[in-house]
């Protein structure tokens, strides 16, 4: 038998029916834009304004790089969705009374107004979500979902070791961006 040129050849494809990282990027991108357009209608507040809203009822007071720690959002988007939540008199911020140089989130009466109005819609598309699936099905979702989030720092550790690997350059140039997202870190 004789072999067909390598342009003839299909190529290997990613099953996308039983792409697990495409369907939590596609439920992740559909129920945030779904949200953000809800939250945006009714209550004049972004996703990123809500995300932050459930942090902060939470923890009561936070840094933003307590917040990016927790919901994986950048500083930036943080540091910008905080200077908006505080002119629109959601938040307040002050300097940590342990380290001066922090600065801390705090959520007014107004702010924690909006979170329990929105926390209402939140909680009604979780049940829609959810619908499909029987109680146990539901807890055995969530057990498996704070599994996969536990486990990030392993996929991170396996994509450092391929590029390692089979990418070096891509490695120096991601230690280089990792420097300079430091420097900044500092600086700020």
């Avoid at 559909?30 to 507040?45: P, R």
């Avoid at 969705?81 to 505080?86: A, G, L, V």
């Avoid at 009374?97 to 705090?106: Q, T, V, Y």
């Amino acid at each position: 038998m004789k072999a067909r040129p390598a342009a003839e050849r299909p190529a290997p494809v990613i099953d996308l029916d039983r792409y697990v990282p495409g369907y939590l990027t596609w439920i992740s991108n559909k129920l945030s834009g779904g949200a953000s357009q809800a939250y945006l209608t009714a209550f004049n507040a972004g996703i990123e304004t809500w995300r932050l809203l459930v942090l902060l009822a939470i923890e009561r007071t936070l840094s933003a790089q307590y917040a990016c720690r927790v919901i994986g959002m950048d500083k930036a988007s943080v540091s910008r969705s905080f200077k908006r939540m505080q002119a629109e008199g959601l938040i307040t911020m002050a300097l940590d009374p342990k380290d001066g140089r922090l600065r801390l989130a705090s959520l007014t009466d107004k702010g924690q107004a909006l979170h329990d109005e929105i926390r209402e819609l939140a909680l009604e598309r979780e049940r829609a979500l959810l619908s499909p699936l029987s109680p146990p099905e539901r807890e055995l979702l969530v057990d498996l979902l704070r599994r996969l989030h536990d486990n990030l720092p392993s996929v991170e550790e396996a994509t450092r070791r391929y590029l390692q690997h089979r990418h070096p350059q891509a490695m120096r140039k991601r230690a280089a961006r990792s420097t300079r997202t430091a420097q900044a870190a500092t600086q700020s």
